[in-house]
């Protein structure tokens, strides 16, 4: 039997990682319960939905930005969920996501692609570390990048 999963942020600020990461992963933000929002509905009209279905259900205004979702508007991919937590990152993460940006392609072809969505993604926040040439027949090269809160993913 197979088990779905979602993978979980640690975030000082849920929304801001939530609207990186639904850019670098062309996910959206899922819409509160019970709304009808088109999954093409921008992320700031989502957000505003989100305050009024928490403020509806009692939720304190301080509350409100301290856990937010993204899906793959396809279905196929897990969801990512961000929730606050009060202490800051503290060391590399255990785990991390391979963001496979250049896939079927190899060499200079496939680190040119690396790098332009390296500069896509920095100028949604993120951070490079180091880039990792080709190493046949181990490593087709990436490159590692850090989140804006510095969690750290490979473009791959």
Request: aromatic content about 8%; glycine content about 6%; proline content about 11%.
């Amino acid at each position: 039997m197979s088990r779905d999963f979602q993978v979980t942020f640690d975030a000082a600020d849920p929304i801001r990682l939530s609207l990186f990461w639904a850019e670098a992963l062309d996910f959206v933000i899922q819409p509160p319960l019970g709304s009808n929002l088109p999954p093409a509905t921008p992320a700031s009209e989502v957000l505003d939905a989100w305050t009024d279905f928490l403020t509806q259900a009692g939720v304190p205004p301080e509350r409100h930005r301290s856990a937010s979702a993204i899906v793959d508007p396809t279905g196929s991919r897990p969801r990512v969920f961000f929730q606050q937590v009060p202490e800051p990152k503290s060391a590399k993460n255990r785990v991390h996501l391979d963001v496979r940006a250049a896939p079927g392609l190899d060499g200079d072809e496939r680190m040119a692609a690396l790098e332009q969505e390296c500069e896509r993604l920095i100028a949604l926040g993120a951070t490079r570390v180091q880039r990792f040439e080709p190493g046949p027949p181990m490593s087709a090269g990436h490159i590692v990048m850090a989140d804006p809160e510095g969690n750290e993913f490979c473009l791959d």
